[in-house]
């Protein structure tokens, strides 16, 4: 059996489509870009697609490594190129998955006029998968969204001390806006492992040597006298907002910060906010 496939409507049609898609993707993750980037990168989806018919491609494998692997990231990469990858791949997963969504609505509606459903009925199928979609999109968006908030609670941390230098994976904390009242700087936690690196043993450091000294503080748990110490700079970062902090105050906490060893420190937020 052979198909005649006319390229220049395929090319229109499929421009409309990614653009459409394009779109809708970079309003659901809140993505940079515009019109024109959609339009370019839509235009280099349609010719990616029209070219399959065009290029002497052997085995069908070939053709959707070609569209999967060269002309899929291309388009997207086009499209939201100022965001970061990590931002550029969730793009591509949202795309897809609407445009999976979509290409379904049309396939059913087509269905829908193929078998003769009457007239009268067609506004109410396309005015229900009209709102299955926007519940599916608000749906993926307020999942994005959640993911979102709950990776940028988690930062990395550079620690540097006199001549010693660790990385460690830190917790951002709204409710921790403890300060020091001696010097009127705000306090981030560090467990004690954190300064086994830093200056050995704690139990065995002299306070006055590092300028340890100790601080009033007190938890819904709790209430008692906290070590701090000031070390010379902290470079926060969780991927997309990098923090140059000086000169700040470190206080070590009495054990274990995270019961499951996600994270070794917890990030003051009075100081990451001013």
Known sequence: MQYEVYVDK???MN???????????????????SFFL??????????GLCSVFLLPFQHAWSRFLYLG?????????????KNSWKKQIQA?????GISILCGKIIEYIFYVVRVGVPIRFYGIIIGAAGVLSVYFIKLIRKIYIELREEESKYYTVLIKYQEQEI??????????LLKDPFTGKYVHIIDKSVTEHLFG????VSMSEHGIHLIPYQTIAKAGMLPV????EMLVSNGSVEICLKRPVLGIGSGQISSQNKYHMILNAGELKS
């Open 15 to 33: 421009l409309f489509f990614d653009c459409l898609m394009l779109g809708a993707t970079g309003k659901i993750l809140k993505l940079k870009t």
């Open 10 to 12: 395929l090319f229109l």
């Open 38 to 47: 959609a339009a370019v990168a839509g235009g280099l989806g349609s010719f």
């Open 167 to 176: 990385l460690v994976d830190a917790l951002y904390d709204t409710g921790n």
């Open 201 to 204: 043993d704690y139990n065995k």
């Open 229 to 232: 110490f000031t070390i010379t």
């Open 69 to 81: 692997a060269v002309i899929f990231p291309l388009m997207i990469f086009a499209a939201f190129y």
């Open 92 to 96: 591509g997963i949202v795309f897809v």
